[in-house]
């Protein structure tokens, strides 16, 4: 049976200024077969993880705003608590919830959906603009071979996002293509608007999509206006989002310092994984090879750029591109909002070049690449096979059996939490204390609306601990986190009790 989307492959071939070798029912059922395989090998990749893991911190504060007793405390807790995100992932989080129960892998399920999706679009788009089997599977397997598979598993927005954008991006390329333009175009239109509702800062991923076009439109003298409304349908969602929004934005941005070796941290972290490495460098290894070959028979031109090329190249190079410029204007405009999370569409950019590279390579020259991508794919697999699949809880060695057991141990909230959450009536001397007061009962916000959760651990601010306690207590302090307490420490010749690879435990010293 046709679908649209290989009716859509099929017509690539007639498309003017599109490569692609021609579509048929049995390369159909070849591209079938290669998504089927990545999915059997991604599914217990993702999925071990996603329930051997334990929460952190901020999949902490989607498990408190799911759980709330009531609906209207849900939204309410989105409204004024910690979490500056719309609601639409809570809502869908919560009805899974209540289908599924509260594991940790129920919670993660939208992320293993979503980070599924994008991966295939990926190669859906790569085959839409001509690229063969081999550089659209290379495609499809970056996502899982980069350090950002960890959000594949973890109970926030970012999955859906990216798998919300992988459909635009199909969308996006069906819009041209004569015979799937409709189909395109609701599909551009349904996908980015899903993903604005997700996550306020999806509006980046979704800007840079303009500016792409903007160019691809400047450079074609053509202004086409029924895909434009389509790019531009997620700013319907927008008068939704404004009472959550205008409450969200009180508490401003966590984040207050900015460096451009976050930059450099943000590509180590993306790219060096050593399973992508890897298949880069067979990949450069084949096209090298291959443009040596064709310079010497052919005359081989690598200066030729069809309107095929040139979308796939431009698309690519500005996702790849797009950390850099938003750190510009961060820095111009003295804003803090750049984390790793925020910037996983540049996968977009990772996956496309390195397919980029395959575009004019035959079938038969590409079988190394193809069996290099399933066996680095294979190898996570096969070690998460060996392993037990059974939840790992936080580990707890920062605060065992220090030396002064009777001294209160004041964590950051990011072990506080999740040793509470996972540890119940146990390591009580255990405390969190918030660097500024409590505001008023009718006024709480931030962290402080937390607490409205039945289930949620307490904890005190500065005020009452100082109060109830007048002698000396540890301090753990996160080596990321709190950085800036470092040298405030070694000035007051605070000694240092226990290092682990995330913390350092103090011990404060209380002047009299």
């Not at 399920?109 to 839409?128: D, E, H, I």
């Not at 996550?199 to 800007?207: D, E, F, K, V």
């Not at 206006?225 to 959550?244: E, G, K």
């Amino acid at each position: 049976m046709t679908t649209p989307i290989s009716q859509a492959l099929a017509d690539s071939s007639a498309a003017p200024n599109l490569v692609f070798d021609g579509d048929d029912g049995r390369s159909l059922r070849q591209d079938c077969l290669t998504v089927a395989v990545f999915t059997l090998l991604y599914v217990p990749h993702v999925v071990h993880a996603a329930a051997t893991r334990a929460f952190w911190l901020d999949e902490l504060f989607t498990y408190y705003i799911v759980t709330m007793p009531d609906w209207a405390g849900m939204l309410d807790l989105i409204r004024r608590g910690p979490d500056q995100n719309p609601p639409l992932f809570y809502v869908v989080a919560r009805l899974l919830v209540g289908c599924f129960g509260e594991s940790e892998w129920v919670f993660r399920l939208p992320a293993m959906v979503g980070y599924w999706v994008f991966c295939v679009s990926l190669y859906v788009w790569v085959r839409l603009l001509g690229g063969g089997r081999a550089a659209a599977l290379v495609a499809m397997v970056t996502p899982v071979l980069t350090a950002a598979v960890y959000y594949a598993g973890e109970a926030r927005p970012y999955g859906p996002v990216l798998g919300g954008l992988g459909l635009g991006l199909v969308g996006w390329q069906l819009t041209r293509q004569p015979r799937q333009r409709r189909l395109g175009l609701v599909s551009l239109g349904l996908s980015l608007t899903f993903v604005a509702a997700l996550h306020y800062l999806a509006a980046l991923p979704i800007g840079l999509l303009w500016l792409v076009e903007g160019g691809l439109t400047w450079a074609t003298r053509r202004f086409d206006r029924a895909r434009w409304a389509a790019l531009c349908a997620p700013m319907l969602v927008l008068p939704t989002h404004l009472p959550f929004f205008h409450q969200q934005a009180q508490q401003g941005f966590w984040k207050i310092t900015l460096a451009w070796r976050e930059l450099l941290d943000f590509y180590h972290w993306l790219i060096g994984a050593p399973p992508y490495l890897g298949l880069c460098a067979v990949v450069g290894l084949l096209v090298v090879r291959r443009k040596r070959a064709l310079a010497n028979v052919h005359g081989f031109d690598s200066s030729t750029c069809p309107d095929g090329d040139r979308i796939w190249l431009t698309t690519s190079l500005s996702f790849l591109l797009f950390p850099i410029l938003w750190m510009i204007v961060l820095k111009m405009t003295r804003q803090t909002a750049f984390q790793d999370r925020y910037f996983l569409s540049t996968l977009i950019g990772c996956g496309g070049l390195a397919a980029y590279a395959l575009r004019r390579l035959p079938e038969e020259r590409t079988a190394l690449v193809s069996v290099a991508a399933w066996c680095l794919m294979g190898v996570p697999v096969a070690g998460a096979a060996m392993q037990p699949w059974r939840l790992v809880p936080p580990s707890v060695a920062e605060i065992i059996a220090l030396p002064q057991l009777e001294y209160p141990i004041v964590a950051a909230a990011h072990l506080y939490f999740p040793i509470r959450h996972y540890y119940p009536g146990r390591f009580e001397q255990l405390l969190y204390v918030a660097t500024k007061k409590r505001p008023t009962p009718d006024a709480e916000t931030g962290l402080w609306a937390l607490q409205r959760h039945p289930r949620v651990p307490d904890w005190l601010d500065e005020n009452e601990f100082f109060s109830r306690w007048a002698g000396n207590f540890y301090f753990v302090c996160h080596k990321t986190y709190m950085r800036h307490w470092f040298g405030e420490f070694q000035r007051r010749g605070y000694p240092i009790v226990r290092e682990t690879p995330n913390y350092i435990v103090y011990e404060w010293r209380r002047t009299p």
